[in-house]
């Protein structure tokens, strides 16, 4: 089983939709929770992190984390064309390693 | 200011060349990493420096030597390189406080490898 599993398959959704993204994990030691933007042939761009389990939310970006569950989310509302990227959830446990999700190609359709 | 600066964006090699990749954060991080990523994947884990000590390697092909001059430049040598060396080759930086950090990467724009 890999640590961290995210469903690779692309979304497409019509602009103004909610776009919902999300990993599960399976090793308890993972501290930091976040999410990367990776637009095509550039580096990801940290777009949220949180340690806790609960909601943080900046902008039109809502960040999920549920330890309970080894779960978390990320929704994106009103998305725009410009919200069309790859997102790469990742992990960290203490040890300078983070584990990446496969990433979520998202296209959103003016 | 959250930028990781990385040089050249493009490079193209032939197997017997050799050529530096540059990186550059002026973010007074003290941890320092390389990464592969290769189209469709996520990015590949290559060296971390701590406190400008080579603290990990994953087993990396002795084509590739790392370099950390200083706390805020880290190199990546490249010698003898093989077509499948072709990828996007990241750059990232994060605070570190300590053995065990768990603060969060910032990532560099990457520099397009290609390897004829």
């Known amino acids: 089983q890999k640590e961290v599993e995210q469903d690779p398959g692309p979304l497409s959704v019509p602009e103004g939709a909610i776009v919902s993204l999300n990993c599960t994990y399976s090793?308890?030691?993972?501290?930091?929770f976040m999410w990367y933007r990776q637009y095509s042939r550039k580096g990801p761009e940290l777009l949220m992190y949180?340690?806790?389990?609960g909601n943080k939310e900046d902008g039109r970006f809502t960040a999920q984390v549920d330890k309970s569950s080894k779960y978390i989310s990320l929704f994106i509302r009103d998305s725009q064309p410009s919200d069309s990227a790859t997102y790469l959830c990742?992990?960290?446990?203490?040890?300078?390693?983070?584990?990446f999700g496969k990433g979520n190609q998202v296209v959103v359709i003016p | 200011d959250t930028e990781v600066t990385q040089t050249p964006k493009h490079l193209v090699m032939g197997m017997t060349n050799k050529k530096s990749l540059k990186c550059e954060q002026h973010?007074?991080?003290?941890?320092m990493y390389w990464y592969k990523q290769k189209a469709k994947k996520p990015p590949e884990l290559m060296f971390v420096?701590?406190?400008?000590?080579?603290?990990i390697n994953e087993s990396v092909p002795s084509r590739f030597s790392p370099e950390c001059p200083n706390s805020s430049l880290l190199n990546l040598h490249l010698h003898a390189l093989q077509p499948e060396d072709s990828a996007l080759y990241l750059c990232?930086?994060?605070?570190?406080?300590?053995?065990?950090?768990?603060?969060?990467?910032?990532f560099g724009p990457g520099t397009r490898l290609t390897v004829l």
């Open positions: 990232a930086s994060s605070p570190e406080r300590g053995t065990g950090s768990t603060d969060t990467q910032y």
């Open positions: 990742a992990m960290n446990g203490g040890n300078n390693r983070l584990a």
């Open positions: 420096y701590s406190y400008e000590k080579l603290s």
């Open positions: 949180t340690y806790s389990s």
């Open positions: 090793n308890s030691a993972f501290q930091y």
């Open positions: 973010m007074g991080h003290r941890a």
